[in-house]
């Protein structure tokens, strides 16, 4: 006997709706400004590992910017979420260690929308999505 699984419907927007409003949260507040103020983020932004300030940019960047442009559209979702995962722990855990919850909350908010995406995946409403692929499970 085969068993057919069907994603409900309601879990696809819940999915997408965490793609959207996360990647859009991080663009805005980290991610943007990063590129719009390039030569000013330089001059003052965290290197915990002391790799220079070039590649702490570029590496933020990546993970702010591009990845979440990739999970917008839910292509590479899972894969796109681990630098925005590492970076977000890198500022949670050693750049801003002696925060309180309180005052790291939205760090950790994005911890968890992108933690629960790289688990998750980015579900059917994304690009290049088959809306008729069933999953198959259990023995014929």
Request: proline share 6%; net charge neutral; aromatic share 12%.
């Amino acid at each position: 006997m085969t068993r057919l699984y069907s994603q409900p419907p309601r879990i696809d927007a819940g999915l997408f709706f965490l793609r959207f409003t996360g990647c859009l949260l991080l663009l805005h507040v980290h991610g943007l400004p990063k590129i719009f103020h390039f030569s000013e983020e330089l001059t003052h932004i965290e290197d915990p590992f002391g790799l220079g300030p070039w590649v702490s940019l570029l590496s933020a960047i990546v993970a702010e910017v591009i990845c979440p442009l990739f999970i917008l559209v839910g292509a590479f979702t899972r894969l796109a979420c681990l630098p925005i995962i590492a970076v977000l722990l890198v500022a949670m855990l050693f750049v801003h260690p002696d925060w309180s919850i309180a005052e790291g909350q939205f760090g950790w908010l994005l911890l968890i929308i992108f933690t629960t995406l790289a688990i998750a995946g980015p579900g059917r409403w994304r690009v290049g999505a088959s809306q008729s692929r069933e999953v198959r499970y259990g023995a014929g």
